[in-house]
């Protein structure tokens, strides 16, 4: 049954990564790197302060306190616990995927710390402003912006939707220990 699922995994991965082109290749590129995530951040802060106004920096600790937590729990105990290589840097897809500017992350590969934060930061923002358009905004962001790694191949298929999953799982927790927060204030 594993092997089962890690073949269509790697199947959808390299089919999403074989759908380049010069135009999408230059967005997926710039839209996974850092500077354009600081923007969204910077637009998830400044949304904060106008909607909330003089308690803005209480959404805004909590939120950075989880993603810094999530990254964290990511980087020191899934991805070392998992091992798993990045399908850029697994032997038999080298010669098969396409990368861009030969962009290749090198630390392992599930789960994609770029779903997870981006959902975490879509389930908080959409459960706190209440704002039909910002909900569509941010979670669209998080979908392209973690379909840029499989794009990319850096991530599979399989550590995005997982990210994604465990994003939005935490950003639940959160919002409870928010509202459990706030009734307790």
Same mark, same amino acid.
């Given at each position: 049954?594993?092997?089962?699922?890690?073949?269509?995994?790697?199947?959808?991965?390299?089919?999403?990564?074989?759908?380049?082109?010069?135009?999408?290749?230059?967005?997926?590129?710039?839209?996974?790197?850092?500077?354009?995530?600081?923007?969204?951040?910077?637009?998830?802060?400044?949304?904060?302060?106008?909607?909330?106004?003089?308690?803005?920096?209480?959404?805004?600790?909590?939120? /950075?306190?989880?993603?810094? +937590?999530? $990254?964290?729990?990511? =980087?020191? &105990?899934? !991805?070392?616990?998992?091992?798993? *290589?990045?399908?850029?840097?697994?032997?038999?897809?080298?010669?098969?995927?396409?990368?861009?500017?030969?962009?290749?992350?090198?630390?392992?590969?599930?789960?994609?710390?770029?779903? /997870?934060?981006?959902?975490? +930061?879509? $389930?908080?923002?959409? =459960?706190? &402003?209440? !704002?039909?358009?910002?909900?569509? *905004?941010?979670?669209?962001?998080?979908?392209?912006?973690?379909?840029?790694?499989?794009?990319?191949?850096?991530?599979?298929?399989?550590?995005?939707?997982?990210?994604?999953?465990?994003?939005?799982?935490?950003?639940? +927790?959160?919002?409870?220990?928010?509202?459990?927060?706030?009734?307790?204030?």
């Amino acid at each position: 049954m594993i092997d089962f699922l890690e073949n269509i995994d790697i199947k959808i991965s390299v089919f999403i990564n074989g759908l380049h082109c010069k135009t999408l290749d230059f967005l997926m590129f710039h839209i996974t790197h850092l500077y354009c995530s600081c923007v969204i951040y910077a637009a998830v802060i400044f949304t904060f302060i106008a909607i909330k106004k003089k308690r803005w920096w209480k959404y805004v600790l909590l939120l /950075a306190l989880a993603l810094i +937590i999530v $990254t964290v729990i990511i =980087a020191v &105990l899934i !991805k070392p616990a998992v091992a798993r *290589l990045r399908p850029c840097n697994t032997a038999e897809l080298q010669n098969i995927l396409h990368l861009v500017k030969g962009y290749c992350a090198k630390a392992f590969s599930f789960l994609s710390s770029h779903a /997870a934060t981006s959902f975490l +930061i879509a $389930t908080f923002v959409h =459960a706190t &402003l209440r !704002k039909k358009y910002i909900s569509v *905004l941010i979670f669209l962001w998080a979908f392209v912006y973690s379909y840029s790694r499989i794009y990319l191949g850096v991530h599979f298929f399989g550590d995005v939707l997982c990210g994604a999953f465990l994003g939005i799982f935490c950003g639940k +927790i959160l919002l409870n220990f928010f509202s459990i927060r706030k009734s307790g204030n």
